[in-house]
């Protein structure tokens, strides 16, 4: 991706060329934001001033980024080194808020995608979050407990001075749980000597933790996919549906599609994909997945009977009504997509950020599929998250009814906000425009609300 793309409008063209100059070798960063720029054209023509202030360039630019080296010794005393990320990247509504992700695959670029996307996803909760993301080529698969709360420690004892419950708030993401979160405020705690309950997210219930949190991304993404559906008059009760991935996501995603009288029949992880087509039995896959930190493959072995594992392959190949990817980015291109369509597939809604490719999402906007994505539909983590840190500035702890009533609240309105928005700029049903339309305008006003920043 060198050049920009045709979809961008001519008056932003410029601003992609300089990211592209600016940002070398950055793929996903481009993607993303040539994906949000490609909305930004009839914004910037009702809206001239946010062009006439470089409102977008700014914003293409993070206020901070943090590099940092995470050294550590394994089990055997071997000393290892990892890189460690944070990149904030705008604070206009609120302290940085994004989570931390542990994989190898992680590099400067990865967290930049994911910091500007959350940019936008957190205005859209309507809550006061910025955008900010981090991380480190860490893999904690593998590793004992023991390595991962060093690598943990080593990790906080950098980052520790760039946080604050005011200043820049981490939670989760791929490759961290409720056991690295753990061990991560532990240390800011030892450090700081102080008990800052709002500088992290995803905690424990027994130490500040909110309930409902670790199920708000999985259950928030299916209440957005029956928004969808409710919004086209139809529903999820009976639906065929498959979801990739099988982390904190995924487990949640087929628990409330499950609810909503839907079946999932198919899950994955990195190594491949299960069909149940009686649907994925959960209490094996959580106890597997949450408990037994084990390989997909072993679900088929332990369920016997007509399961199946593929191992490798393409879990798109699996027909379905309703797509939810929710593993990871550009996990779904063209042709899956174009699979999905001639398999009858009418919804996708990204639980996962940024899974589908461009040419998957054109894909499925030329089919007529309505497409919902990462920034709108994966938005209840994020926003629950949130309802953690009002919990924890309360000192209070709320019933985990409460807290799921408000999170599907939360989802309704961010349905609502990115559908009327989509309408009133003569796009209706176009939820990438909408979301991207919705979530822009809210972070730009502040901003120039705010002067030069
Ligand atoms: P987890 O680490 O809990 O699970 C990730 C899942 O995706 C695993 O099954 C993993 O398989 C699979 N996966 C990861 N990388 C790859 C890869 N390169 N190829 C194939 N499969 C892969 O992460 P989460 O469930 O928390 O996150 C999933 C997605 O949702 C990410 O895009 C994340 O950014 C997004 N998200 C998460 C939120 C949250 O609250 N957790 C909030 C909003 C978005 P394996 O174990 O084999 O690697």
């Known amino acids: 991706m060198t050049t920009p793309a045709t979809t961008i409008d001519r008056a932003l063209q410029h601003v992609y060329k300089e990211v592209l ?31 006439a202030e470089r409102v977008i360039e700014r914003l293409c630019e993070p206020e901070r980024q943090i590099i940092f080296r995470v050294p550590w010794t394994d089990d055997a005393g071997q000393v290892q080194i990892n890189r460690g990320f944070r990149v904030e990247y705008s ?45 480190s080529d860490f ?23 760039h946080l604050g419950e005011y200043t820049d708030v981490p939670a989760g993401d791929i490759g961290v749980g409720g ?17 800052e309950a709002g500088v992290i997210t995803g905690k424990g219930l027994a130490w500040g933790g909110s309930r409902a949190r670790t199920e708000a991304t999985g259950y928030g993404t299916v209440y957005f996919a029956n928004e969808m559906a409710r919004h086209v008059g139809r529903s999820l ?53 949450e408990v037994r930190r084990e390989r997909i493959s072993r679900y088929a072995e332990e369920k016997g009977g007509d399961v199946r594992f593929v191992e490798g392959g393409n879990i798109w190949d699996v027909p379905c009504e309703v797509a939810l990817p929710c593993a990871t ?11 999905l369509v001639r398999n009858g597939t009418h919804i996708v809604a990204e639980g996962a950020n940024m899974p589908c490719t461009p040419g998957a999402v054109r894909v499925f906007q030329e089919a007529d599929v309505l497409f919902g994505p990462g920034k709108a539909v994966n938005a209840g983590g994020v926003a629950t998250s949130a309802l953690e840190m009002q919990q924890n500035a309360s000192r209070d702890s709320w019933s985990f009814e409460h807290t799921d009533e408000r999170l ?33 305008t809210a972070v730009a006003d502040a901003m120039l609300a705010m002067g030069v920043i």
């Open 21 to 51: 100059r600016r940002n070398p070798g950055e793929h996903e960063f481009h993607q993303a934001v040539e994906e949000v720029l490609g909305s930004l054209g009839p914004v910037v023509k009702r809206h001239p001033h946010y062009l």
């Open 91 to 135: 604070s206009v509504l609120g302290p940085y808020k994004g989570g931390l992700r542990f994989h190898p695959s992680v590099l400067l670029g990865t967290v930049k995608f994911l910091g500007f996307e959350q940019i936008f996803k957190n205005a859209l909760t309507g809550l006061p979050i910025g955008g900010g993301k981090g991380g």
């Open 139 to 161: 893999d904690p698969k593998g590793r004992s407990d023991a390595e991962v709360m060093r690598f943990c420690q080593s990790f906080m004892t950098e980052l520790y001075r």
């Open 179 to 195: 056991r690295e979160i753990g061990y991560l405020f532990g240390q800011y705690k030892r450090i700081t000597n102080r008990y």
């Open 237 to 289: 009760d009976g639906q065929r549906v498959v979801v990739s991935g099988s982390g904190n996501v995924a487990i949640y995603a087929i628990e409330k599609v499950t609810e909503f009288g839907g079946t999932v029949v198919a899950a994955s992880d990195s190594s491949g994909y299960v069909v149940d087509e009686a649907g994925i039995d959960l209490d094996l896959l959580k106890d597997l997945k």
């Open 329 to 339: 980015q550009n996990e779904l291109d063209e042709e899956a997509a174009t699979t």
């Open 408 to 440: 599907g609240e939360i989802m309704r309105n961010i349905h609502e906000s990115v559908v009327t928005t989509a309408e009133d700029y003569g796009r209706p049903g176009d939820y990438v425009f909408g979301a991207n339309a919705a979530g822009f």
